[in-house]
């Protein structure tokens, strides 16, 4: 498998305990449990609520929220972003709009779904993510998040690292106040 099964339980593992990266774990580990299976996130910017509130599919696509930076350590501004169909929420940094981000995409996951990615983390309720370079080339990093219990493909980026976009994947959390 790629980096990140043995990665993807280090970015998710230390999410869990509230860490940075952990020691490396074998291939045949047990896969971690998926980040937001933690408690709902109930300081999540408003921009969340409000963006999925008027999404077109608030119905099948819950709003996941970043409870950190993903160790990015010059502030963010969060900020609604366009997605058709969908919600997104962008963060800025001084000098680098969109640093990072989360979109509800109005697409729903199935088996034509782009999912040749170098990295994947797959978690034990089901849900994978397929992540690399934007486009095949990058700079930037891009995941597709499928989440197990939602109808709709999430859209994950970071402008500044990959290892950025994969503590981010391991923060993300189910935001405390969308309707169920």
């Not at 593992?13 to 074998?26: E, F, I, W």
């Not at 509800?104 to 994947?120: A, I, K, L, Q, S």
């Not at 983390?121 to 197990?148: H, K, M």
């Amino acid at each position: 498998m790629s980096r990140l099964r043995g990665a993807a339980a280090l970015v998710a593992l230390a999410s869990v305990a509230g860490c940075g990266k952990a020691a490396p774990v074998a291939d045949d580990a047990p896969a971690p449990p998926a980040p937001w299976s933690a408690a709902l996130l109930a300081d999540a910017p408003p921009v969340y609520l409000e963006e999925w509130s008027r999404a077109e599919n608030r119905e099948s696509c819950a709003p996941l929220a970043f409870r950190g930076t993903g160790g990015l350590e010059r502030p963010v501004e969060p900020r609604r972003a366009s997605f058709a169909g969908g919600w997104a929420v962008a963060y800025d940094a001084p000098g680098l709009r969109s640093a990072y981000g989360i979109a509800g995409t109005g697409v729903e996951p199935g088996p034509d779904t782009y999912d040749d990615w170098p990295h994947r983390i797959e978690w034990a309720d089901g849900s994978s993510a397929g992540y690399g370079p934007e486009g095949g080339s990058g700079p930037r990093q891009l995941a597709y998040l499928r989440v197990a219990g939602q109808r709709c493909l999430y859209n994950v980026w970071s402008a500044v690292s990959v290892d950025h976009l994969e503590r981010l994947l391991a923060e993300l959390r189910f935001v405390a106040g969308a309707a169920s």
